[in-house]
DNA sequence: CTGTTAGCGCCTTCAC
DNA sequence: GTGAAGGCGCTAACAG
């Protein structure tokens, strides 16, 4: 393989020249320029990114370390990220921690190895040990969907309004007896989303009933049975709560097993729309999360602190929810 | 930043040693390895991948180039090839190419520069030009889901069979006017599709109207423009037939759109199963692809190669597909 | 405007 | 079993 080396004798030009032709930093004569890109041509010549890194210290390269790129919330987080990414000229790893605190270690361990410039973290529980990693070694860093007990750049959505809004157009509809669906009780999304539930409930004057709310996994499967255990419990809730949209997914399919209607035996109201291209005839009623922005957002964050451009305190950028009603809510059954 | 030299220092070793720790290389007694190990400890160090990289001339990294990771069937594909690539200690980039040749050669070009050591790659077109970059540097490769026109390890489902399949269903239960939701004709499984619905007309007796197949972009979008186009069309399709589960999203948003029941007044079947946790009641009848399986597959094939296990000639593995009927195909409307 | 040189941090001979 | 030295390919001074 042909090295800058190559390339400079073929041009017969200095390493140097070759070197800021490719990056185009300082002066170059457009005649030099042109046989250095000739010779690069004519060489198939590629640089090596992993001797710039090691030399300029940049990698121009961000770690995602998200929980499961199968979850379409995920995917099009990650899109806003690629997106805002590729607009400044980095490129992003992406890894996959299935929620679990050990494999977020080893990936924000490996990528740290791997000199990523920046990193955009998911945090699957509400620890601070992968993020002390990172900050340790003073590279940047914004977190992305969840809190967690420590002052860091954080874009996440408003859990606690959008369940508040779900819960209210619920209580709105007359139910009194609504079942929340939960994530992980450490995850401080289901936490909020518990807070917003709770809070939409204490203004409407109906007792918070702990024994309403599940805590389990972003899973179809947890969402499945806890929907199952909750619909056979005496009184039936007459309305369902998932703080996803696995979880609601789980919901519907045990709703459907029961041959339950809904909503006119039992809504369902969830967290997370899901995209037009999957969801032909969306039902669900949801509060749907800027994913896209979310990513994004982030994203021009972390890159406005590499670049020196944002320098502000570190903030907890909290974006809107919204509602949209749909025909999986209803009136509460008499 | 503690380098191997600080290590080296506090350990009272010399770096190579801190090396053969590090990497289990060579032999080193148990009371030196626990004094380095100790001083790792205690600086916190991390090692540099891009120096070993530079060095070792191997980056354990390999470049996963797909259309969209948008799309269900591709993040299970890539989760497979995670999986098998992280049993063996590898990482995976991942890069969108949005079904474009330029982003593909671009994102092949920087994957080079990072010097990853395999490839796994969806060509957007029919063409050869990026993996024959890759070929160039001798980089190992294996090309997923598609065929292209060279001699190279592909790992891909049996297209022409599954539409074989997924055609004889419907004529099977009476249609003749079949029409087809194509997506770009240069890629071989849209290709491939239309020739195995071709042969099940064929071999029925059924003339094959080209009126009748359309061609557009693997998205929600063409799939409900195509299948607006062929319903509005007289005399009117009996069933469609859509080449991805995008299309068949699109195609069934057409449907309700026009107020058309499926199956009663026409029936749909695609390619692509859809998650369970995207869809608790699974509607479509499918030719389902062993996606993650093609992932695992394509993945433990390159580091095969890799790793020098696999020295087979380049072969074409082609996965069986499945017939899944469900509700969303039904008799011809008489 | 351009060339020379000194490392970036690591692995890998080669000695000892 | 262990250490010293060279160099992977590149960028960033520093000269000129």
Redo the contacts between chains.
Sequence with gaps: ?PTIRDVARRAGVGVATVSRVLNSSGYVSSATRARVLQAVEEL?Y??????R??RSKR?QTLGLVLTD????FW??V??GV?DAASAKGF?V????TDESPEKEIAYV??L????VDGFLLVPARNTTESVEMVL??HVPLVVLDRRIPMTVDTVRCDSEGGAYALTRHLLDLGHRRIAVLGGPAQVSTTVDRVEGYRRALDEAGVPFDPRLVAYSAF??ESGEAMARQMLESQPRPTALFAVNN?IA??A??AL?RMRLAVPKECSLVGFDD????????PFLTVAAQPAYDMGVLAGQRLIGRLEGTITDPQSDIVLPTELVVRRSSGPAPS
Tied chains: 1, 2.
């Design positions: 393989m198939g590629v640089p090596n990114r992993l001797a890194g090691l990698t790129i199968t979850n379409p995917t099009t990650a899109r690629e490129s790893i992406l890894c996959n361990g490996l740290l190895q791997k000199q340790a070694r899973t179809q696995f997914m789980g519907l399919r459907r899901l995209p037009l291209a999957l969801v032909p005839d």
